[in-house]
C-alpha cells in the first residue's frame, strides 16, 4: 500500500494561496490530504472558499510559521509530510517522485531542487538548489548557511517524536534549526536533483522585509551548533 502524505500550507494574509492549493490539488499522487492552518489571518480568507470541500482548514490565532506548522504536522494522518508556503507552487508530480525517492533511499527526510518564480507565477531561474556534491561537502554549507528550501522537504511524521518540532522561539529560522538537529542525530538528508517546486519571490515575501533580523536570528543557529556539526565532518574524513 503506498503512503499517504499531508501537505501543510500555512496562510497568513497571502492573496497567492488559491495558487498553491491548486498546485497541492493537481499533484499525481492520489493519497494526499491538504491541510491549510490559518495563521490568525485578517485578510483574504474568502480566497479559501472555493477548496473547502477538497481540503482541510485549521484555525489559530496569530503565532508565525513554526507555530503553523506545528499545528498542521500535529492533525496531518499522513505518514509523510510535506511543507507548502502559500506563495509557492508545488508541480505535479513533486509528491509522486519524492515518496518513491525516499522509498528507494530509505530515508527519513529528503529535499530537492527547485526554480524561482515572480509574482506572476513566471520562471525566473531553473535549478536554484545546490549542486549535487560529496556529504562532507554539503554538510559544509550549514557551517554559514542554509542550503535547504524548506517547501522542498519532505519527512516521514515519526521522524518528529525523535527530534521534536519546530522551534517556535524562532520566528524565521525554525526550518535552519530543524535540520541541523536531524543531522546532528545522524539521520542521512538525500537530495533528489529534480525541481518539484517553484518558489516564488515578490515585493511582500517575509524574506526580503525581515532580512535583517533573519541575519541576526540565524547567527544565533549558527553558532549554537556550528561547533557540533564539525566534528561530525572531521569524523567523516572532510
Not at 35 to 45: A, F, L, Y
Not at 56 to 76: C, W
Not at 120 to 125: M, R
Amino acid at each position: 500500500m503506498n503512503p499517504s502524505v499531508s501537505i501543510v500550507i500555512p496562510f497568513y494574509n497571502d492573496p497567492y494561496v488559491p495558487q498553491a492549493i491548486q498546485s497541492a490539488l493537481n499533484q499525481t499522487y492520489t493519497d494526499v490530504e491538504i491541510i491549510i492552518v490559518n495563521d490568525g489571518s485578517t485578510r483574504h480568507e474568502e480566497l479559501l472558499k472555493p477548496y473547502r470541500p477538497y481540503i482541510y482548514v485549521l484555525g489559530k490565532s496569530n503565532g508565525g510559521t513554526a507555530s503553523a506548522l506545528n499545528h498542521g504536522i500535529r492533525h496531518a494522518s499522513g505518514d509523510y509530510i510535506a511543507w507548502l508556503s502559500s506563495d509557492d507552487l508545488l508541480y505535479p508530480d513533486k509528491i509522486r517522485h519524492q515518496v518513491e525517492f525516499m522509498q528507494r533511499e530509505n530515508a527519513l527526510i529528503s529535499h530537492t531542487n527547485f526554480n524561482y518564480i515572480n509574482e506572476h507565477s513566471a520562471v525566473t531561474k531553473l535549478n536554484g538548489g545546490a549542486e549535487v556534491m560529496a556529504e562532507p561537502d554539503w554538510l559544509r554549507l550549514f557551517v554559514n548557511g542554509n542550503p535547504v528550501n524548506g517547501c522542498t522537504v519532505m519527512i516521514r511524521r515519526d521522524l518528529f517524536s525523535g527530534v521534536g518540532l519546530f522551534d517556535e522561539l524562532l520566528p524565521y529560522t525554525h526550518d535552519l534549526d530543524l535540520w541541523m538537529r536531524i543531522l546532528l542525530n545522524g539521520h542521512r538528508f538525500p537530495y533528489l536533483n529534480e525541481s518539484l517546486t517553484a518558489y516564488r519571490r515578490h515585493g511582500g515575501m517575509g524574506t526580503l522585509r525581515h532580512s535583517d533580523a533573519i541575519g541576526r536570528e540565524a547567527s544565533m543557529v549558527w553558532s549554537r551548533y556550528r561547533e557540533p556539526l564539525l566534528q561530525r565532518i572531521a569524523a567523516m574524513g572532510g
